[in-house]
Nanobody, 127 residues
């Protein structure tokens, strides 16, 4: 079955950077809109960023705009989330997700609109 495997999480200090990766298998990767979501303890899962099938268009939640960058390499079936200037409030489990709908035709910020999910990777930012 489809697999999405995240990596790159860890414990960092405020102001540091991390790069998350999500490797996809058993799906036609370039046909999927990809998204990153996160979930902090006691909170609902929230949208972080999304990228179109060819990587031309991206969207971000306001609180990460300018600090995070989503990108993808369709040749490697991998989507990335570059996170800079990390803050303690960025602490969460980060999940990648695949949506078979095109970005412009999807509810890209709605977790319920995604078809496949990874297992998550923990990001902890200390102050």
């Amino acid at each position: 079955q489809v697999q999405l495997v995240e990596s790159g999480g860890g414990l960092v200090q405020a102001g540091d950077s991390l790069r998350l990766s999500c490797a996809a298998s058993r799906l036609t990767f370039s046909s999927y809109t990809m998204g990153w979501f996160r979930q902090a303890p006691g909170k609902e899962r929230e949208f972080v960023a999304a990228i179109s099938r060819r990587g031309v268009s991206t969207y971000y939640r306001d609180s990460v705009e300018g600090r995070f960058t989503i990108s993808r390499d369709n040749a490697k079936n991998t989507v990335y989330l570059e996170m800079n200037s990390l803050k303690p409030e960025d602490t969460a489990v980060y999940y990648c997700a695949a949506n078979r709908r095109a970005l412009y035709n999807s509810n890209y910020n709605d977790a319920g609109d995604y078809d496949y999910w990874g297992q998550g990777t923990q990001v902890t930012v200390s102050s």
